[in-house]
């Protein structure tokens, strides 16, 4: 098994967002060029709004004192550096006015709409890497050049990361279920596996065709010896480690697909539906 190969199915868990079903959705990810001009809208709109409320500062005060100016001049501008943008992107669940215009959302590393604190994160980082002389957003930009997903300084203090909504998201398809295995998965006591192991076998079986005969067999055999910690009693003899890891994952999502439908029909009758869903 070549190293490359084995590492890439190791570490690609940390990058995938998991579903409840355990399912990889690989979002896509805003690019450097795109979030810079998104950035590039926001500042614009950030500047105007700073000379307008200078302006306004300067007629609220003109006959007060220095200390008096100074103060509501520095309330003003931390209210448009990290109050606009945080009020923004809570308000919008993670779009700016630049996000608004280019198709891009902010959203948590799991994928989930960003809160509050997120935005507050952000913002507050934010006020640092970009507006701060010494670096006037060059953090930002190597910051996002070296990040697989883009992240910006703030991103990582807050766990989110930028996705573009004007391209499909991507899903690998589900396994089938192994006719002659159905009965044994139907009746075995399959546990919830870690999601970091459930995404490791629907890669593999995903690009199983692809992988030289020498590291596929002994891939197959390592990811069924993590499974089959998980499964009882264990499946019948004879059959390849391909089939029973199918027939695992097919089981599994089939149990929570079911479950997470009967949470939902608990909620809706409980609670109602989602005004904002």
Same mark, same amino acid.
């Given at each position: 098994?070549?190293?490359?190969?084995? %590492?890439?199915?190791?570490?690609?868990?940390?990058?995938?967002?998991?579903?409840?079903?355990?399912?990889?959705?690989?979002?896509?990810?805003?690019?450097?060029?795109?979030?810079?001009?998104?950035?590039?809208?926001?500042?614009?709109?950030?500047?105007?709004?700073?000379?307008?409320?200078?302006?306004?500062?300067?007629?609220?005060?003109?006959?007060?004192?220095?200390?008096?100016?100074?103060?509501?001049?520095?309330?003003?501008?931390?209210?448009?550096?990290?109050?606009?943008?945080?009020?923004?992107? %809570?308000?919008?669940?993670?779009?700016?006015?630049?996000?608004?215009?280019?198709?891009?959302?902010?959203?948590?590393?799991?994928?989930?709409?960003?809160?509050?604190?997120?935005?507050? %994160?952000? /913002?507050?980082?934010?006020?640092?890497?970009?507006?701060? !002389? !010494?670096?006037?957003?060059?953090?930002?930009?190597?910051?996002?050049?070296?990040? /697989?997903?883009?992240?910006?300084?703030?991103?990582?203090?807050?766990?989110?990361?930028?996705?573009?909504?004007?391209?499909?998201?991507?899903?690998? @398809? @589900?396994?089938?279920?192994?006719?002659?295995?159905?009965?044994?998965?139907?009746?075995?006591?399959?546990?919830?596996?870690?999601?970091?192991?459930?995404?490791?076998?629907?890669?593999?079986?995903?690009?199983?065709?692809?992988?030289?005969?020498?590291?596929?067999?002994?891939?197959?055999?390592?990811?069924?010896?993590?499974?089959?910690?998980?499964? /009882?009693? /264990?499946?019948?003899?004879?059959?390849?480690?391909?089939?029973?890891?199918?027939?695992?994952?097919?089981?599994?999502?089939?149990?929570?697909?079911?479950?997470?439908?009967?949470?939902?029909?608990?909620?809706?009758?409980?609670?109602?539906?989602?005004?904002?869903?």
């Amino acid at each position: 098994m070549s190293s490359s190969e084995q %590492t890439g199915y190791r570490a690609y868990a940390s990058e995938d967002v998991v579903t409840g079903e355990g399912v990889a959705v690989e979002l896509p990810v805003a690019g450097t060029l795109v979030r810079a001009a998104s950035g590039l809208i926001d500042v614009v709109v950030t500047v105007v709004l700073l000379i307008a409320i200078g302006f306004g500062v300067g007629w609220l005060v003109a006959n007060a004192s220095t200390a008096v100016a100074t103060a509501l001049g520095l309330v003003a501008t931390v209210a448009v550096l990290v109050g606009f943008p945080t009020a923004i992107e %809570t308000l919008t669940r993670g779009r700016t006015l630049g996000k608004l215009a280019l198709g891009l959302r902010t959203v948590r590393d799991d994928g989930g709409p960003i809160t509050v604190r997120h935005a507050l %994160t952000r /913002a507050l980082v934010g006020v640092v890497e970009l507006w701060t !002389p !010494p670096f006037l957003g060059v953090p930002a930009l190597v910051s996002s050049v070296v990040s /697989a997903r883009s992240k910006r300084l703030g991103d990582y203090a807050a766990g989110t990361y930028v996705v573009t909504q004007r391209s499909r998201m991507r899903l690998l @398809p @589900p396994p089938e279920m192994p006719p002659p295995l159905a009965a044994w998965a139907g009746a075995a006591d399959v546990a919830a596996l870690p999601a970091g192991l459930t995404v490791a076998v629907r890669q593999f079986l995903a690009r199983s065709g692809s992988l030289t005969p020498a590291s596929r067999e002994p891939m197959a055999r390592e990811l069924l010896t993590d499974v089959l910690r998980f499964v /009882a009693p /264990a499946p019948p003899a004879g059959f390849h480690p391909e089939y029973v890891l199918s027939a695992v994952i097919a089981e599994r999502r089939r149990r929570d697909t079911e479950r997470l439908a009967r949470e939902d029909a608990l909620r809706r009758r409980v609670v109602g539906a989602d005004p904002l869903a």
